[in-house]
């Protein structure tokens, strides 16, 4: 599984009336690269979330599955997505883990959100840029859970999950070139082996090997 932070956006803490504390925002954005990720960066597509929205889905404090804050399938988390990304609101329970979340959360002492996912094969593309930089676009996700989190995982631990399991979907052309350390490489170089890889399936295909 990969986790992805992005500060917290729009978050809001509500109380109404006697009724318990919600909090509410985005747990992720669209459109926006990331960070330098060990030879690349990263965007999540419109849609990325849509396939899973219907699964039941975690909100843990700080990534810890013995701290709950709330589930999908339990009514205490709810998701959604629209133009700007990935929407929340979660009803954090009335326990140590949940008066904690609410109150650093209202202080702006935890102020960014983590999510775990996972991608099929097919559910990323990978593309060099015009000045040879590699942008791998999350086009569809498997959201396993929503965290807020007081130091996120997008620079140091996810660099290194990206750099394994995350690069197991991709092209072996970009695999080589982070192999061997390449933070970039040319956009001729891709278009290059991008034909070369399209002659290979149209050959499979034609000998009714592949689809």
Not at 31 to 59: C, H, T
Not at 149 to 169: G, H, K, N, Q
Not at 189 to 206: F, H, I, K, P, S
Request: aromatic fraction near 8%; hydrophobic fraction near 40%; include cysteine.
């Amino acid at each position: 599984m990969e986790r992805r932070s992005w500060e917290l956006e729009g978050i809001e803490v509500r109380r109404q009336g006697d009724g318990p504390a919600t909090v509410r925002g985005y747990a992720a954005m669209f459109g926006r690269m990331s960070q330098p990720m060990g030879g690349f960066r990263e965007v999540i597509a419109p849609g990325a979330f849509a396939g899973s929205l219907g699964e039941d889905i975690r909100a843990l404090w700080q990534h810890d599955s013995k701290q709950v804050l709330g589930r999908t399938k339990a009514g205490t988390l709810a998701l959604w997505e629209d133009a700007q990304g990935l929407g929340f609101e979660l009803t954090p329970p009335d326990t140590q883990a949940g008066r904690d979340a609410l109150v650093l959360i209202a202080r702006g002492d935890v102020d960014q959100m983590s999510f775990g996912f996972n991608v099929a094969a097919g559910g990323d593309s990978w593309e060099a840029q015009a000045d040879g930089l590699l942008v791998r676009t999350l086009n569809e996700v498997r959201l396993v859970e929503i965290s807020p989190v007081t130091f996120p995982a997008y620079l140091d631990t996810s660099v290194t999950v990206a750099r394994s399991e995350t690069l197991d979907c991709a092209p072996e052309w970009v695999r080589r070139a982070l192999a061997q350390g390449v933070d970039h490489i040319s956009a001729d170089g891709a278009r290059a082996r991008l034909r070369t890889l399209q002659r290979r399936v149209n050959y499979l295909r034609l000998r009714g090997l592949g689809r």
